[in-house]
């Protein structure tokens, strides 16, 4: 493999990696934003009836939510792992 190509590869992969971290940023912020309107609800609620359900309706999105299942950890792996191979070819010169 030539320097150019090895430099291409580098690139590409810290390019990903940088992505793959700012999708799963992303990914909670929308979760958390989700949250934030549960408490905009709860302080909508008339009752403590009201207030209740919203505070189950809120534990069960946080306890169901797409926290992990949407997180793709495949893209985690792969990023971390074209990084260590273009830094060891970075290293050896290959």
Known sequence: MN???RSMFGNLADKNGRQ?????AQHFENIA????RYVER???????VDKADNVNWSMNYA??????TNLRFDLFAKA???LQVAAAREQDGS
Request: proline share 4%; hydrophobic share 35%; net charge negative.
């Open 33 to 36: 934003a989700e949250m934030r």
């Open 3 to 5: 320097a150019d190509s």
């Open 20 to 24: 793959v971290i700012e999708d799963a």
């Open 42 to 48: 709860y302080d909508e609620c008339e009752t403590l």
């Open 80 to 82: 971390q792992a074209n």
């Open 63 to 68: 306890a169901s939510a797409p926290t992990t």
